[in-house]
């Protein structure tokens, strides 16, 4: 292989590292969220939030990727934080659901 492509290779490795580190980030402040949750009988899902989160990544995407592409990720995360929240603090508030 070239030296170029090993070199931009190397660069999206050093993005997707940075990538892991920020989603890791993320889910310490989705536990904590839960944990306000819990401690104040609100349900983990809260739908209005997750559509407020997906118009703002929107809004502020000026990259390559589409919106629809952006969504997709950004749903799977907020899939993602529901579960984490869920396993920690058990199904009992996830079924309830803020609309």
């Not at 401690?39 to 990727?65: F, L, M």
């Not at 799977?76 to 920690?88: D, G, K, N």
Request: charged share 40%.
């Amino acid at each position: 292989m070239d030296n170029e492509l090993n070199e931009i290779r190397k660069r999206i490795d050093s993005i997707d590292a940075e990538i892991v580190v920020l989603i890791n980030r993320r889910a310490a402040e989705v536990l904590r969220i839960g944990a306000l949750k819990q401690a104040r009988g609100i349900p983990t899902v809260d739908r209005r939030r997750e559509k407020d989160v997906c118009r703002r990544i929107i809004g502020e995407s000026q990259g390559v990727i589409d919106d629809r592409g952006l969504l997709r990720i950004f749903q799977q995360i907020l899939t993602e934080s529901r579960r984490i929240q869920t396993r920690q603090f058990g199904k009992r508030i996830s079924k309830m659901e803020v609309r």
